[in-house]
Nanobody, 122 residues
Framework: QVQLVESGGGSVQAGDSLTLTCTMS????????ISWFRRAPGKARVLVAA????????RYADSVKGRFTIAKDNIRNTAYLQMGSLKPEDTAVYHC???????????????WGQGIQVTVSS
């Protein structure tokens, strides 16, 4: 049974950095592209960053370009989201998700983590 578990969330001040970790168990991590989504209070869930199965291709939401970096370690079965220059509008529950497809639509993601809270105070 495949499971994704996020860690590294918390409460920080604006301008701080934080790194989220997503670890897979029970599956062949190297076969999956990994994406990070977030849901801010009262808003729809949106894709923040995505990386393909071997780490060659990355894409980011415009709102986080230049501030966030996604990475994937296929040996440690772990993906990362490094978040810098955090803003209050980055406050959300962050989920990682895994897909063996392109990952352009949420329906393509087979596995989801339970989510982790990130709160950025001004």
């Amino acid at each position: 049974q495949v499971q994704l578990v996020e860690s590294g969330g918390g409460s920080v001040q604006a301008g701080d950095s934080l790194t989220l970790t997503c670890t897979m168990s029970g599956g062949a991590f190297s076969n999956y592209g990994i994406s990070w989504f977030r849901r801010a209070p009262g808003k729809a869930r949106v894709l923040v960053a995505a990386i393909d199965w071997n780490g060659d291709r990355k894409r980011y939401a415009d709102s986080v370009k230049g501030r966030f970096t996604i990475a994937k370690d296929n040996i440690r079965n772990t993906a990362y989201l490094q978040m810098g220059s955090l803003k209050p509008e980055d406050t959300a529950v962050y989920h990682c998700a895994a897909t063996d497809g392109v990952g352009l639509r949420e329906s393509e993601y087979e596995y989801w983590g339970q989510g982790i809270q990130v709160t950025v105070s001004s």
